[in-house]
């Protein structure tokens, strides 16, 4: 069912990239500091080992100027030109306080964000190339970052302390955060069965749709959390659909599909999925879907003790900024504690589209390869798979 992609490493792949646009390349990292650019054939255009021979965490685009390229390895950034890969451009050393986990390149193409291990999200300017701005409130490794869509100073950040961030480029504190470890406590609590134990909802991947107010995090509790964005940035509901069997490696959203709710996804067990989350009751909002109106959810929930983050939060959000009017917050901690816990499930729809890769997934990558909406997947093989998503 997918065409394999060889010929371009000789080490496991870790990371896909893709330009977009009708002739656009696609860039692959694998281990070793191996970078590889792609034509959408299949065909391996050209092969660089970065000095180092540190892992290639991820690879970016530049959504203005096709001919950057942005690759993480260790605490440094390279910047590439994936015409002519013959070396870097430029190298952005020790913009991570620790290994780089995920890059994200806002629509203007002027910043780069960039999440790394010590759980701190470092935004650099890409026209003086110097970092100008260090967020940090994440407690653990900080495992991804997205620049919101629409909105080139707001971005939102994930990490393995369980919490989802959303933070404005001129505000050092996030506007808010919540804790996935909520949700999945009030899912766990209803489904649980003797003997059945669950994973902590460690953050691993977010993404945000091209409306820029709908988020999906990827999870090791095999769930993709779901959250919804107001006006004014408030966080206003939330929600998770059981996605895989094992912890979820991957989620992004489609940019180029007819609707911007199709989100792909990828686990640890070895599945990748396809979803339409058009109807789902959260992603419609506009008070269409039941519960619409919940603004943020306050749980009332025994702690489970076995979370690895130092500090949890016990709501579901925190709205900070100098600007936040108290009575607004009482007012959605009363509507909270009100609201029905069930709403969340609501959620709950199958895959439109689902592959059996068999193989641990390291990255889902979606693209329009020859005018066919595609998905790339990298797992443990020096290989790439394409599915392709025809017919939809």
Not at 221 to 232: P, Q, W
Not at 265 to 276: A, E, F, I, K, Q
Not at 351 to 365: A, Q, R, S
Request: some cysteine; overall charge negative; aromatic content about 4%.
């Amino acid at each position: 069912m997918a065409q394999r992609w060889a010929g371009g490493h000789c080490a496991s792949v870790l990371c896909v990239g893709a330009a977009g646009g009708a002739e656009g390349l696609l860039a692959s990292g694998a281990e070793g500091g191996e970078v590889t650019v792609w034509t959408q054939e299949g065909v391996p255009l050209a092969q660089l080992h970065l000095s180092g021979q540190e892992d290639i965490t991820c690879t970016a685009f530049s959504p203005t100027a096709p001919g950057l390229l942005y690759a993480s390895h260790g605490e440094t950034v390279s910047v590439l030109d994936p015409r002519k890969l013959t070396g870097p451009i430029e190298e952005l050393q020790n913009v991570g306080e620790d290994e780089i986990n995920s890059l994200s390149v806002n629509e203007t193409g002027t910043s780069l964000a960039l999440a790394d291990d010590s759980g701190a999200v470092r935004v650099v300017d890409l026209q003086t190339s110097k970092v100008c701005r260090t967020l940090r409130k994440h407690t653990n490794i900080c495992s991804s970052v997205a620049f919101r869509p629409q909105r080139p100073q707001s971005l939102v950040s994930a990490g393995l302390d369980m919490q989802v961030m959303l933070w404005n480029l001129q505000k050092a504190r996030p506007v808010w955060t919540y804790s996935l470890q909520e949700t999945a406590e009030e899912e766990d609590g209803h489904q649980q069965k003797a003997g059945q134990l669950f994973n902590p909802p460690l953050a691993h991947c977010i993404t945000v749709a091209s409306c820029g107010n709908v988020l999906a995090c990827a999870a090791e509790d095999g769930r993709v959390h779901l959250t919804r964005v107001g006006s004014g940035s408030r966080h206003e509901q939330q929600g998770a659909i059981k996605a895989h069997s094992q912890g979820v490696s991957q989620a992004h959203f489609l940019n180029f599909m007819p609707h911007p709710y199709w989100l792909a996804t990828g686990g640890n067990d070895g599945v990748v999925s396809l979803w339409d989350l058009s109807e789902n009751p959260l992603v419609a909002g506009d008070g269409k879907g039941q519960g619409s109106k919940v603004k943020a959810t306050a749980h009332r929930r025994k702690p489970k003790g076995k979370a690895k983050a130092k500090s949890q939060s016990h709501g579901d959000a925190k709205v900070d900024g100098e600007k936040t009017d108290r009575k607004e917050e009482e007012d959605l901690s009363e509507e909270a504690s009100s609201a029905d816990p069930n709403q969340e499930k609501s959620t709950k729809t199958g895959p439109k589209l689902k592959f059996i890769h068999e193989e641990k997934v390291n990255w889902v990558c979606p693209a329009m390869l020859k005018g066919q909406p595609s998905l790339l997947v990298a797992d443990q093989s020096s290989s790439l798979s394409v599915y392709s998503l025809a017919g939809l």
